[in-house]
């Protein structure tokens, strides 16, 4: 009896861990696909994503062995145009999330490390962009400038790097306090160096739980954006543009708008998946 006992209790501690693996393997593979599919599909397809057929002007058509998930009211392939479109959304989404991990990290780092007046400057003006709110700033500046591809990478990393800072100094904080960063700092080692050398490596799960979260957020962004007009125009496709130009049609034309919305949300929730499993392993549950 004790030693069946002994023997179940390892294998119930377990479990976690499996299911914590199986969730960032799922997110990370499913993330694989997309990222193979948009980046191979459109070298693959005979159509080009601004391509018409002029036999099939007028209205959408349906899926057929020529056009695998029809075209569009201008005759235009819609699995190219969605497998191009994933190009520019995920490129938008992981260039935008990548430079609001990197600045939110720079000052999160630098208001945990230092503390006091430092820490309270940089989280005021943190809370201060935290309290804009983010859609419809960005729908003005998008309004009064023609938003390039750079520009909204820069726009969604303004709104969405408070986050990652938030985030990263909570972690830099708690690491601050460790015997070794103590130990470097009798050694004479510079801020600069502990901050690079001790304290950034040793944040790296609380780093990469925020960049996951911030590549979520900038995808739903920048498709929000599209949506409304307000993103990476036309003729070029988005997954965001493509949902706007398939609005008119959502009754009689659903294989325009479903598998754009249906991407987005794979997307996101692969990308949570992956974050949610780094964030729990990083805790040591």
Known sequence: MTRGCVMAEPRASLHPRRRRIDGVTAGLTLLAIIAFAVVA??????????????ALLGQPRP??????????ELGRDVLTRLLYGGRISLAVGLAGAAVATGAGTLIGALAGYFGGWID????????VMLSIPALPLVLVIAGLIRPAPTLLVLLIATLIWPG???LVRSHVRSIRKLD??????????GSARIIARHVLPNAVPAIAVSATIAVGGAI????ALSFLGFGIQPPVPTWGNLLNEAA???VSAPW???PPGALILLSVVAVNLVGDGLRVRGSGL
């Open 248 to 250: 008119p049609w959502l």
């Open 256 to 258: 325009m708008s479903i």
């Open 41 to 54: 599909g459109p070298w693959l397809s005979p159509y080009g994503y601004d391509e018409q057929a002029l």
């Open 180 to 189: 070794y960063v103590a130990a470097a700092q009798t050694l004479g080692a």
């Open 164 to 166: 990652a800072a938030r």
């Open 63 to 72: 899926p057929s062995l020529s056009h695998w998930l029809g075209t569009d």
């Open 120 to 127: 309270q400057l940089l989280m005021r003006f943190t809370d």
């Open 220 to 223: 739903m962004l920048e498709s």
